[in-house]
């Protein structure tokens, strides 16, 4: 997908597969850019499954959980689902000291999620 | 502070103007110093969060990136502990009016998620009356 450049895009079957480019989502520019990025895939090319995997991320803020959060709510407004995977476990503690793993639908693996996705 | 100082084994003082590139560089320095001293990945990680949390929000949030304006950052280190302190020039904040981001109708919209992880993640968080400074301990683990 052109015009991305923290996202990687991949689709399985009408899921879409995001990765992201930077280990260490850090820089406030960055992060504003990763949320733009998120937020047109929803509002701009209307995908409606969504699938964050978030293998390569070693690293997070809370300015980045704030974008996924209005990535979540506008996935809600488009009628949309949105699903988390492959977190490593420092970081799903992060998701879990700030109660964010009762609001994202959080999976173990990809596979999971997209057999979900299915369901 | 109950240590004298030359129980520090590294020491550093700076103001820098607000800009993120500093806060980084600053940030950088003490993770490489933690890691030569062979702290544990998760401790490290744990300072990584609340050091870069203490940092956008002086940078971002108290002096609203004005290069004129300055943050001023003391850290130490001891074989037992590190000791961070930022302070930034703007009007500061209340600490309780900060709302709690674990209630459930606050998950959505709450700003002091940063403030939170900070003291989850140190052993010692505290602001200062006016709320532009803020002091953070973490006390190393052994095992």
């Given at each position: ?5 923290r996202l990687e ?8 597969v995001v990765r992201f480019v930077d280990r260490k989502i850090l820089d406030?520019?960055n992060i504003?850019?990763l949320g733009?990025e998120l ?12 699938l964050l995997n978030f293998g390569t991320v070693e690293f997070l803020s809370s300015e980045t959980l704030?974008e996924l959060?209005?990535l ?11 699903m988390l995977t492959n977190i490593k476990p420092e970081i799903y503690e992060v998701f879990?000291?700030?109660?964010l793993?009762?609001?994202f639908?959080i999976?173990d693996?990809e ?9 | ?44 990680f744990?300072?990584h969060l609340?050091?870069e ?91």
């Amino acid at each position: 997908m052109s015009g991305n450049r923290r996202l990687e895009l991949s689709e399985v079957g009408d899921v879409t597969v995001v990765r992201f480019v930077d280990r260490k989502i850090l820089d406030v520019t960055n992060i504003h850019e990763l949320g733009k990025e998120l937020f047109a895939l929803v509002e701009e090319q209307n995908r409606k499954k969504l699938l964050l995997n978030f293998g390569t991320v070693e690293f997070l803020s809370s300015e980045t959980l704030g974008e996924l959060i209005k990535l979540e709510k506008k996935v809600k407004q488009h009628q949309g689902r949105l699903m988390l995977t492959n977190i490593k476990p420092e970081i799903y503690e992060v998701f879990a000291i700030t109660r964010l793993n009762k609001l994202f639908d959080i999976r173990d693996e990809e596979a999971e999620a997209l057999a979900a996705f299915s369901a | 502070m109950s240590m004298s100082l030359d129980e520090w084994i590294w020491q550093h003082e700076e103001s820098f103007p607000s800009r993120t590139t500093d806060a980084k560089r600053l940030l950088e320095s003490v993770l490489a110093r933690l890691e030569s001293e062979n702290w544990f990945p998760h401790d490290i990680f744990g300072v990584h969060l609340a050091l870069e949390e203490a940092l956008v929000n002086a940078v971002k949030h108290g002096n609203k990136f004005d290069e004129a304006k300055r943050v001023h950052f003391i850290v130490r280190l001891s074989p037992e502990k590190l000791y961070v302190q930022v302070r930034d020039e703007g009007p500061g904040f209340k600490l309780e009016e900060v709302p709690d981001c674990t209630e459930d109708e606050n998950l959505e919209k709450c700003s002091g998620r940063g403030i939170m992880l900070m003291k989850n993640f140190m052993t010692f968080v505290e602001y200062n009356d006016s709320g532009n400074m803020v002091t953070m301990e973490k006390a190393r683990k052994r095992s």
